[in-house]
């Protein structure tokens, strides 16, 4: 099934009339049988109500989401035929609508880091956001831009924040947003230390921005060095997510108890659960049953934070079970994948190649270890909550010691049926800069297969140059 282009004119020439998206017609029909999406406040939207979103208010409130002439941008996927797709698009779309309503219906916003268990947060009856979220949300407040407007508004957003924060860090996306007040939120509270070692700087830096007297600072300490080995660590961070609700209580007016976190476990853990089978089911199949953007959207939800609303996430999540199962079952090859195209996998926090030009290419990202390794380690529904989430957040593989780190992604990689490696880490980040050539090459003698380290920056002036290079890298492993 194809999209439909329709043309607008926007300038004399036909150079000058770019293409836009739009979902055909003939799909509805099949779309609209598909499952509801329940939300965390026990509401519902249709399958015909997202149709109606998708085709008729998104394309008149996002146009640059529409625009096929972006090569980079946040471009919509054309694997019309899979319904999660279209709801995760409907959730991203409605990101500053539904978090405005639920921090009027008295759920504070916190700032957290990616790659860390939101659990505790919305236990207390708090949303998580992560940087890519703030992110989201802060450009479906600005309704109407073209590609080339939202391209230079976003980049005048990162520039602020290298000049309220620091040009060194890397990890600046989300802070711009609060500083400005463009996005309300109600606390800073990321796991710190944790991924990136600029984290701990950029959390601290808003006691000096000017919105420090606005919103509330916590750091939420994580030992490192061997930490899920010792006893006083799992005892000192679970003593730190205690202070993390308690904290939460105070802007919400109630009191978190252990049967809250008890039953938020048990609910982020099926959507943990859920992205593993999906996981599985994906790199069992002899081809791509979607194509590498779909498959990160759908892995990825098993983090419960993206669309701040875990139920909402949970709603797709089983329906792509489903749907996943069945195209698997008939050898389904995704839209726009080549046949054995050459399978990568990433490495590397928050930096990823451009999904469709690396199809284009002749390869396609199967799988990344940012992320997927705290979605992968479910907590022990069986024993003391704060206890037990504190040992599973400890023991995420991502942060474990060399060897143990490269040991679990070597598993990832062979499960995936890997054929390359691509260590891919922003200027700035120090931590993944210091370890990337280790880890290569630890899997490289385990495994044999071809690797390849790329550093890239943070303003897309290098984008190009970073796809020549994975082009060649695919290249050389086909």
């Not at 949970?314 to 399978?343: C, F, M, N, P, Y």
Request: proline share 4%; hydrophobic share 35%.
């Amino acid at each position: 099934m194809n999209a439909i282009v329709s043309r607008r004119i926007l300038g004399s020439s036909i150079s000058d009339t770019p293409e836009y998206f739009r979902y055909p017609d003939e799909i509805r029909d099949r779309f609209v049988a598909t499952d509801d999406i329940e939300f965390r406040d026990g509401s519902r939207v249709t399958a015909t109500e997202i149709w109606d979103y998708l085709t008729t208010v998104g394309p008149v409130k996002f146009p640059n989401l529409y625009d096929l002439s972006s090569l980079y941008g946040n471009r919509l996927s054309q694997d019309v035929t899979l319904p999660t797709t279209l709801k995760h698009n409907y959730l991203l779309m409605t990101m500053h609508d539904r978090m405005t309503r639920a921090r009027a219906q008295g759920h504070p916003i916190v700032f957290v880091q990616g790659g860390q268990s939101v659990d505790p947060y919305y236990a207390a009856g708090a949303i998580a956001l992560r940087p890519a979220s703030t992110g989201i949300w802060a450009r479906r407040q600005r309704e109407g831009l073209s590609r080339n407007q939202e391209e230079l508004e976003g980049r005048a957003d990162k520039q602020k924040a290298y000049n309220a924060i620091s040009f060194e860090v890397c990890n600046s996306a989300g802070y711009e947003h609060i500083q400005e007040g463009t996005v309300p939120a109600d606390m800073v509270a990321p796991f710190t230390a944790l991924r990136c070692s600029d984290v701990s700087y950029g959390t601290e830096a808003h006691r000096h921005g000017p919105r420090a007297k606005e919103v509330k600072l916590l750091l939420v300490d994580y030992p490192l060095d061997h930490q899920k080995d010792k006893d006083w660590s799992i005892r000192y961070f679970a003593d730190n997510l205690r202070r993390l609700t308690r904290n939460i209580d105070e802007l919400t007016g109630r009191t978190t108890t252990e049967d809250d976190l008890a039953r938020e476990i048990k609910l982020h853990n099926e959507g943990r659960r859920l992205s593993i089978e999906l996981a599985d089911l994906w790199w069992s199949a002899d081809q791509p049953p979607t194509n590498g953007k779909d498959r990160r959207d759908l892995f990825q939800l098993g983090g419960m934070e993206l669309h701040g609303d875990p139920v909402a996430s949970l709603s797709i999540l089983r329906e792509a079970r489903r749907v996943i199962e069945q195209r698997v079952k008939d050898r389904h090859l995704a839209k726009g994948v080549q046949k054995d195209a050459a399978r990568l996998f990433v490495c590397g926090s928050c930096v990823f190649p451009n999904d469709y030009r690396t199809e284009e290419a002749g390869g396609i990202i199967v799988g990344n270890d940012n992320h997927w390794s705290d979605i992968t380690t479910l907590v022990d529904e069986s024993g003391e909550p704060y206890h037990e989430l504190a040992r599973a957040v400890l023991s995420y593989p991502y942060e474990q010691p060399l060897k143990d780190r490269a040991r679990w992604t070597v598993e990832q990689i062979k499960k995936s049926r890997t054929d390359g490696v691509l260590f891919l880490y922003k200027w700035g980040c120090n931590t993944q800069s210091a370890i990337a050539r280790l880890l290569v090459d630890e899997i490289k003698a385990q495994t044999g297969i071809h690797t390849i380290i790329i550093e890239d920056d943070m303003t897309r002036t290098q984008t190009e140059q970073l796809q020549n290079r994975v082009n060649a890298f695919i290249e050389m492993v086909s």
